[in-house]
Structure formats: C-alpha cells, structure tokens
Nanobody, 122 residues
Framework: VQLQASGGGSVQAGGSLTLSCAAS????????MGWFRQGPGKEWEFVAT????????HYADSVKGRFTISRDNANNTVSLQMDSLKPEDTAIYFC????????????????WGQGTQVTVSS
C-alpha cells in the first residue's frame, strides 16, 4: 500500500495551494479518503474527508469554505484545494484512507501517506 502526497510548499497568506495524493495497493474506490495535519507544537488535526460512494465531504470548521477535497476514483487520487491560506494552516499534511463513510477520527484510518509540508507566511 502506498499513499504519495505532493504539492506542498511555501505561500503567502491569502494564497492557494493544491495537495495531491496518489494511492496504490488497495481498493481505492471502496475507501473514504481524508487529509489530516500537524502544525508546529499543535495537536494532530482532522482537515477533510471524502466518501468513496457518493462524494460526500466533511470538513473541519477551521477550513470550511476555504478548502475543497475531491477524489478521482478512475486515477486513484485525492486532492485538497486550499484557498485563502492563513499562517495557522502551516503544518505537515497527510493523506489517509479509511474503510468508513466520512470518518473524522485518525484512529479510523487504516493507511497513511508520508506527509507534505505547507508553510504560510504572513
């Protein structure tokens, strides 16, 4: 199983980044896909998740209206479009796969990627 996240980088506040995660080694179309993050000195935080079945999405309040998660079951990828970025969005972002619907607890996720750094400067 592999989850390869990419697209991180440095951006100024108000800017945008798109993270991508390429999955392989499991039945992607039957797993919910999510993003989590851990900022410097912060707790592990749920960001967004997308159901495998009907594309239902669920977001953390801190990113709602600014981030958009989407998935492409044909190409086994999940993306996170991040707009209106804030310095507090600075973190390492991880993609993950879970067998549930739209889980927002990290303990429910079975497979994890290696993380990609996002840095937002003020």
């Amino acid at each position: 199983v592999q989850l390869q996240a990419s697209g991180g980088g440095s951006v100024q506040a108000g800017g945008s980044l798109t993270l991508s995660c390429a999955a392989s080694g499991f039945n992607f179309g039957t797993y919910a896909m999510g993003w989590f993050r851990q900022g410097p000195g912060k707790e592990w935080e749920f960001v967004a998740t997308c159901a495998w079945s009907d594309g239902t999405t669920h977001y953390a309040d801190s990113v709602k209206g600014r981030f958009t998660i989407s998935r492409d079951n044909a190409n086994n990828t999940v993306s996170l479009q991040m707009d209106s970025l804030k310095p507090e969005d600075t973190a390492i972002y991880f993609c993950a796969a879970a067998p549930g619907f739209v889980p927002d607890r990290s303990s429910l996720y079975k497979f994890w990627g290696q993380g990609t750094q996002v840095t937002v400067s003020s």
